[in-house]
């Protein structure tokens, strides 16, 4: 099994961080591995990547997935670098982070994402269409926040790039995804004009790749979030409703259905 705390582990972890915390105040937890605090607390983050720290919690978030030092991670959607910044030196120069990100993003984070990868070796980046992606093999964890609902808008098959991450996976690699809740039923119905997808069409399409959930975190929930908003409305982003799934792949490599 990966690297992994209980879910009992993790409700003592996230339960140590109980008051809300401001953009300039991110209390992390202190069960937090070492590994992970040192990425968050990298010299080279930047103050609007640190200021976002409190409604992304990275911290719970990175010991949720069970990363540690000398992982292979795949992370979709890198560019930015948010948690690329904070992977990079939590894996240290005998792991890897593979960033993969689609073409349209070139014009905007192409170059910044390339000086990136020039100042952390054990780093790559990727364009690439993800309906021809090709995964590194023996990956221990792989990640995508907030960008599980864009792959149907960009006409990626999500079912067989669903089976493409499940067959990168070591037996026991997690895949993590975090994303805006809508309305509970509605598909996709809201993805284009809101942003957001159904958790639970989430769930159903991961577990048909072969997948276990391993764990269904409420840490980034808002319950004064009514899903009706459009995430990138003011007031709204950064404070969404969201969900965060831990998937694993079976120790046997076997795909159930």
């Known amino acids: 099994m990966k690297k992994q705390l209980s879910l009992l582990t993790l409700s003592a972890l996230f339960a140590l961080h109980i008051s809300a915390t401001s953009a300039q105040d991110y209390l992390i937890p202190e069960a937090t591995p070492a590994h992970i605090v040192s ?3 990298a010299a080279d983050r930047t103050a609007e990547q640190v200021g976002r720290d409190p409604a992304r919690r990275p911290a719970e978030m990175l010991t949720l997935s069970g990363i540690a030092p000398g992982d292979v991670v795949v ?3 890198g560019a930015g670098q948010y948690y ?5 030196p939590a894996v240290g120069p005998n792991g890897a982070v593979h960033m993969f990100d689609l073409p349209y993003t070139e014009e905007r984070n192409g170059e910044a994402s390339r000086a990136f990868v020039a100042a952390h070796p054990n780093t790559t980046y990727t364009i690439v269409d993800y309906n021809d992606i090709v995964l590194p093999a023996n990956v221990d964890v792989v990640m995508n926040m907030l960008y599980y609902h864009d792959l149907s808008l960009n006409a990626i098959d999500v079912a067989v790039l669903n089976r493409k991450i499940f067959a990168a996976l070591k037996p026991g690699g997690v895949f993590i995804i ?3 809740n809508a309305a509970p039923g509605s598909g996709r119905r809201d993805t284009m004009a809101l942003h957001r997808i159904d958790p639970e069409l989430i769930k159903q399409e991961v577990l048909a790749a072969g997948f276990v959930l391993t764990a269904e975190s409420k ?3 808002n319950p004064d979030d009514d899903h009706t908003k459009m995430v990138f409305t003011p007031g709204t982003r950064g404070v969404t409703d969201r969900s965060v799934f831990v998937f694993e792949k079976p120790e046997s490599g076997v795909r159930t259905f």
């Open 178 to 180: 975090e994303d805006h």
């Open 39 to 41: 990425g968050i607390h």
């Open 84 to 88: 690329t910044g904070i992977l990079s």
């Open 75 to 77: 992370e979709f959607a």
């Open 219 to 221: 840490l980034l929930a």
